[in-house]
């Protein structure tokens, strides 16, 4: 291998790939950074097993010549000295020289490098990309559906199925749900480019809170593939994999309840803020526990009290409200997370009783939906 | 470079045979134990199995060609479906078997297979056993796991019943020796080394052992200083020992080499004069065992071992060779 690059380039790729990587781990190659050489540009892979990101360095990009590739080939070298020594090399371009025993030089203006490296064909081999089974969707909206869903993913291991979100594509439809059996949150999208067929995955939440750091804000198209061990995102230049979890997923669609017997709609900053105050006086106690009432001229209070500290009432005016008159206690926590996670500016929450399950949905809007499991309380 | 598959299979031709056959016929089962004093090439094994699922171009099916990259990064532990495990410090700790866990409720890196291998699994913490219990009991397909022990009686009995046993036979020490003394290592060290593994390069290498040499030595005068009598005759005796013999792992073989002097002391008060671990102590050997009943050789063996136990369970090293002495000594009226 044999190859000289921009060093800014490389060092923003570096930083890429250097997320997947995990200091800690019992596999020693994946120390590691494996650089790749080919006729079109460079590819760099971090991993840590469960997540792995390449970024790819093109040769040229419009006119501009950002490597020049002699000869291709591979090399895995340690990630913190190779980042450390790229971010201080002192020219602006760099090159890199292999010998057939991994030792590679690092040379750039005076500074010259020799640092030992390991074979490429060790390192993990990801899953190649058939172009068959790609679908599209725009990153933003990926980005949503990942916040949307992601919070509510149970972090105690018992259920080790339940610490991913579920991601099921339907007739068209893509599903998310995440769940840790208290709450659930449920993100649908019909957007254009999901494909016909039937996939149904679960994802680490892990990967996937670490996959919206990566993706931008924009609308640029990331591309999706499942396959039977990982699922992967594409965006312009970065590639970003991700180990499935092994198991089903419950069938969470009859936990939510189709009817209801009341139902209020609310002002959601407002809500928001009235069960945030509640909640500061509630967090000393057990649970976070807050209660809720529906009177009959359409207020709603909410109220906490921890006989040690003290109590605290709040009336809400609802936008409306019909059904049977209700009381409720609930965690503040869940239900603050669920209000973030809804767009809109108006909620309607469905109850059926104060023992039951409770649905948070944006007001006219179906893609969304947000349950929480009340508290018992005497 | 001969295969390691065949020489696997002269010295353990039916647990390799019981390999073979699961291999062979898709039977592979979710745990196997695999049990063996040191040195009979359970590791290897292991090892060799997991490169046989997942080796790309196996040799008659099953024989893997320890050449294909998945051989060659399983040899190197850089596989990321296979995961060993071995006991950090004295014991297996929860943690690690919960690295596992992690590790194993998702899907595999890159083939269908993943494996894990315990090595030294007695020396898991009850809480750990307890864990690895858990995803024994729920196995996810595809999902192999190897426990290695020399004491399958210290593995708790919940896990054993869930493994398929593989006992490694111990190879012939008579054997061991000789190919030691063939190799130019004299007679009185290759009787004790053949005694202590199974394994010829590793006696090799420590009857080659300088400090191994002066621990044979240090043992033996201790010993020697044990049958003197009085008190005082040990103390300047048992410094010497403590200052060679410094770690756990020291002691211990330290200890072994006691057990081994009484072995010998037994087989020579039975008649049985062949195999000793030191021949050139055989006639002063012969005056002791005179002078011993086998209830009383029995007592000092039972307190050898009781010792042994208790190395592993954090005593002070001190105090623990400071009672077995006495108790060598004088037996059970001093302490």
């Known amino acids: ?378 | 470079m001969s295969n390691p598959w065949k020489e696997a299979e002269k010295r353990q031709p039916i647990v390799m045979r019981i390999i073979e056959n699961s291999l062979l016929r898709d039977r592979v089962a979710h745990a196997y134990l695999l049990e063996g004093d040191p040195g009979t090439g359970k590791k290897e094994t292991a090892m060799l199995f997991a490169k046989s699922l997942f080796c790309l171009e196996p040799e008659d099916e099953f024989m893997p060609c320890g050449a294909c990259i998945n051989c060659r990064r399983i040899e190197h532990g850089n596989h990321p479906d296979l995961h060993a495990i071995e006991p950090d410090g004295l014991s297996i700790k929860k943690e690690q078997i919960y690295y596992l866990q992690q590790e194993f409720i998702k899907t595999a890196v890159e083939s269908v297979w993943k494996v894990y291998i315990v090595n030294q699994a007695d020396k898991m913490t009850a809480s750990a056993a307890n864990s690895l219990l858990k995803f024994l009991e729920e196995p996810s397909a595809n999902t192999v796991a190897f426990l290695l022990t020399e004491q399958s009686s210290r593995i708790l009995p919940t896990i054993l019943s869930r493994c398929q046993q593989l006992t490694f036979k111990p190879i012939d020490s008579d054997r061991l020796k000789q190919r030691l003394v063939e190799e130019e290592i004299s007679i009185p060290m290759a009787s004790l080394t053949s005694k202590l593994t199974n394994h010829l390069e590793e006696a090799l290498e420590q009857s080659r052992d300088e400090w191994f040499a002066l621990a044979r030595s240090i043992v033996l005068k201790l010993y020697e200083g044990l049958k003197g009598g009085g008190l005082s005759a040990i103390v300047p005796l048992s410094e010497d020992f403590y200052s060679h013999f410094k770690e756990k792992q020291q002691v211990s073989l330290a200890l072994d080499l006691f057990v081994l002097i009484h072995r010998d002391l037994l087989s020579i008060m039975t008649g049985e004069e062949h195999g000793l671990a030191f021949p050139d102590r055989l006639a002063s050997f012969q005056q002791d065992a005179l002078l011993l009943s086998a209830e009383k050789l029995a007592d000092r063996m039972a307190s050898i071992l009781e010792a042994k136990r208790r190395l592993n369970s954090n005593m002070n090293q001190q105090l623990l060779m400071e009672q077995l002495l006495l108790k060598l000594q004088g037996g059970h009226a001093f302490v």
């Not at chain 1, 030792?103 to 074979?119: K, V």
């Not at chain 1, 999208?189 to 999901?194: I, K, S």
């Not at chain 1, 979890?245 to 009235?274: C, F, M, V």
């Not at chain 1, 309607?348 to 499991?373: K, N």
């Open chain 1, 1 to 378: 291998m044999k190859f000289s690059i921009q060093k800014d380039r490389l060092a923003a790729g570096i930083q890429d790939v250097l997320k997947a990587v995990s200091s800690r781990t019992t596999i020693p190659i994946l120390t590691g950074i494996k650089i790749h050489a080919s006729d079109e540009g460079i590819t760099l892979t971090g991993s840590d097993s469960d997540i792995s990101i390449e970024s790819f360095i093109p040769s040229e990009e419009g006119e501009v010549l950002i490597a020049t590739i002699e000869e291709t080939g591979g090399v895995v070298l340690n990630a913190r000295f190779f980042n450390e020594i790229v971010r201080k090399l002192p020219a602006s371009t760099i090159e890199f020289e292999t010998s057939s025993s991994f030792q590679t030089i690092i040379r750039s203006g005076h500074a010259e490098f020799s640092l030992n490296g390991q074979d490429a064909d060790e390192y993990p081999h990801l899953p190649q990309i058939d172009d068959e089974n790609v679908f599209k969707l725009p990153a933003d909206l990926v980005k949503t559906l990942i916040r949307q869903t992601v919070f509510a993913v149970s972090t105690s291991e018992t259920r080790p199925i339940l610490t991913g979100v579920n991601w099921k594509i339907e007739n068209g439809t893509l599903i998310c749900t995440a769940t840790d059996s208290h709450r659930l949150a449920l993100r649908k999208t019909a957007a254009a480019g999901l494909p016909e067929g039937e996939y149904n995955v679960v994802i680490p939440g892990k990967s996937l809170t670490e996959l919206s750091k990566i993706l931008d804000d924009t609308n640029e198209p990331v591309e999706i593939v499942m396959t039977e061990n990982q699922v992967l995102f594409r965006s312009k230049y970065v590639l970003f994999f991700s180990r499935l979890l092994d198991g089903n997923y419950p069938d969470t669609s009859r936990l939510i309840p189709d009817e209801h017997k009341t139902k209020i709609d609310l002002n959601t900053k407002e809500y928001l803020q009235a069960v945030d105050r509640a909640s500061l006086l509630a967090r000393e106690g057990r649970n976070n526990v807050i209660k809720m009432s529906s009177g009959d001229d359409g207020t709603v209070e909410i109220s906490s009290n921890s006989p040690e500290i003290g109590k605290v009432t709040e009336q809400v005016n609802s936008l409306a409200a019909e059904g049977d008159e209700l009381k409720i206690s609930f965690s503040a926590k869940y239900m603050m997370d669920a209000l973030k996670a809804i767009e809109g500016t108006e909620i309607e929450i469905q109850f059926t009783g104060a023992m039951r399950p409770f649905v948070i949905r944006p007001l006219h809007d179906d893609s969304t939906l947000q349950l929480i499991l009340p508290v018992r309380t005497y």
